[in-house]
């Protein structure tokens, strides 16, 4: 007999037939005459329920079968009795795979804060909610690679470990060589954090966009999806020190191309987890967030509103609301200003175009007025920005003019600024911060509670 999936069971349920399932026990509960075992085998949010025999099978035996404990059972698939579920196995026979001491197993059958289960992140994804959350990552990861490649993109990958600072940005995770059997120390007994990448000093990725931008002026559309680092200390609900972030490039797209794409891009993921993630989302609907059904079917059905930063200051400073941070001509504009336009104002996601140059990136291409970028971002309720881009500078001489501006160190990026010699193009692309998608699907608060593993400046260890 071949062991059957749980979610396969209830899809289609073969009652009468003899089968094999194996998973976690997450509650038991009986008298005298009859156990209930309920099983999650993770293929579904649905345990399955598993009657047993107490006679049958000894009162001793059922002392190690706790919560947490792993387990093999081989039984007669039946209609249910019990209302909610539409199938459950008479066990003829279990078998013991692990044990999970209650006395020390840390999650119990009450329910765990989210607070809590960060501290035991090794285990969380056993719960119901970790659960629905990372099967929901896995088919957003499935759905990108499929939208793209549909439309004819090729999935090109960059380097995680570069000399270059792809934002300008200055705030990096460097890589020294350590043996860990054999730590170099100073003289002072300190760990050395001197080496070097094979004599060059190198750093984690912040973005794969200039690499990304070689390959879209050799084969047209690309996009990357990988992990990306950002060694900024900020301990926000929506800031990781490592995120995955997708990142499209399109030779001969302008602007408007880009903001079409991100458009078509993100409501094409958000349909395919309302169509392909329907019970994790029913569930986490149900436990957190009451409006997130509501909210996605929303963003899928309306437009996006596409306005200048210009247009969009003027409509925060006419406001009248009162902001933490203050909102002028040139500011950074913050999560608070962000969500007062998509959430108060127009009610719907938000595209802002065109922002001072000062507080963008040196590859935004530059307007005629000399003051703004063709940057975009895509602000989205509950999140603020979830998507960074813009249509890049295609002009040698202009690009060049910028990083001296800036004072930028070019060297590092040579080959970059030599695409703008050879073959040049006009072309455009985004970042997708991968988590803040999650977030949005899942309504969670808290980025660290979309990604099995967070690292944040107090998370490292698992
Ligand atoms: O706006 P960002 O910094 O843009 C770039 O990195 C460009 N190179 C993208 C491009 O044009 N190819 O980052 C892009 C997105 C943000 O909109 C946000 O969703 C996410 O990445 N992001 C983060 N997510 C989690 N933690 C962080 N520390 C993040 N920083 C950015
Ligand atoms: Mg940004």
Known sequence: I?????????KDPQFGSVIDVKGWVRTIRGNKYVNFIHLNDGSTIHNLQIVADVQKFGEDFFKPVTTGSCIHVTGTLVESQGKGQSAEIQADSIEIYGTADPETYPLQKKGHSLEFLREIAYLRPRTNTFGAIFRIRHHMAYAIHKYFNDKGFFYFHTPIVTASDAEGAGSMFQVTTLDFNNVPRTEG????????????????????????????MALGAIYTFGPT?????????????????IEPEVAFYDIHDNMDLAEDFLKYLIRYALEHCKDDIAFLNEMFDRELIERLNFVTANDFVRLTYTEGVEILEKSGHKFEFPVYWGADLQSEHERYLVEKHFKRPVILTD???EIKSFYMKQNEDGKTVRGMDVLFPKIGEIIGGSEREADYEKLINRTKELNMHTDPIWWYLETRKFGTAPHAGFGL????????????ANIRDVIPFPRTPNNAEF
Do not use: C
């Open 229 to 245: 680092f950002r060694a900024e200390n900020s301990n926000t609900p929506r800031h990781l020190a490592e995120f995955w972030m």
């Open 355 to 357: 922002y001072p140059k």
């Open 433 to 444: 911060g991968f988590e803040r998608l999650i977030l949005f699907i899942t309504g969670m």
């Open 189 to 216: 007994g300190q760990v050395d954090y001197s080496q070097d990448f094979f004599g060059r000093q190198t750093n984690l990725t912040v973005s794969g966009q200039l690499e990304g931008e070689l390959g879209a």
């Open 2 to 10: 071949r062991r059957t999936k749980i979610v396969d069971l209830f």
